[in-house]
């Protein structure tokens, strides 16, 4: 196994490598290493390096501290901290800001990112006000990032309509996706789907009745 090339400065979210020392195990593995850090806030610690590369330590502590910290004081301005609003502000800034997520491929992945502005939460507020019952958050251009003027509060069926890989047809000037012709037609979305797949031509797929609908 290729050894792992760590070098004194090497930061570590708020670690600084200082250098590299023996576990204080009595029984030390050896495929672990152990290094000596300083945090920016000034104390040190010794960190094995596996959780140093995958992001489970990088702070002596203070991180966590300062985080519940900053949550304790949104609360207290807005009082919307565990609400259903507060979920979906946190949700959408993890799968753009936290490679860990597992959505986070489809969005911060693709260079998608939440805009400056709503980095806090009152201004999300402010601009998209409190999440209505049974909607998520939606961007209107699905290339675009989460900022006003691209953003709404959306169905499912409203997100469904709306995703970047909806096969779009075009028909006597409308272009709609496959959900959408369904709803316009009549036709069931797998009846569409089918022809689509099929190779029909647009035309046929959106005028020929079902069997089901012929008596």
Not at 173 to 181: D, K, P, S, V
Request: aromatic share 8%; glycine share 8%.
């Amino acid at each position: 196994m290729k050894r792992i090339v760590v070098n004194p400065g090497d930061n570590f979210g708020r670690l600084t490598i200082v250098e590299e020392v023996d576990s204080h195990s009595k029984r030390p593995k050896r495929w672990r290493r152990y290094f000596l850090c300083q945090c920016e806030c000034g104390k040190t610690i010794i960190a094995e390096l596996s959780h140093l590369r995958t992001g489970h330590t990088t702070s002596c502590g203070c991180l966590k501290h300062d985080v519940g910290a900053r949550i304790g004081r949104m609360t207290a301005t807005h009082g919307q901290t565990g609400t259903p609003t507060f979920k979906s502000w946190d949700t959408m800034r993890q799968r753009c800001n936290n490679p860990n997520d597992k959505k986070y491929r489809h969005y911060g992945g693709r260079g998608i990112v939440v805009c400056e502005r709503w980095s806090d939460f009152e201004n999300f507020l402010a601009d998209m006000g409190e999440k209505p019952d049974g909607m998520t958050i939606d961007r209107i251009d699905n290339d675009g990032n989460y900022e006003p003027g691209n953003c709404r509060w959306a169905t499912l069926v409203q997100q469904a309509r709306n995703k970047r890989n909806n096969v779009m047809l075009t028909y006597q000037g409308n272009t709609f996706c496959l959900a959408e012709w369904a709803v316009r037609t009549g036709l069931t979305y797998r009846t569409i789907h089918s022809r689509y797949k099929s190779g029909w031509p647009t035309a046929r797929i959106l005028t020929t009745p079902s069997r089901r609908s012929i008596t």
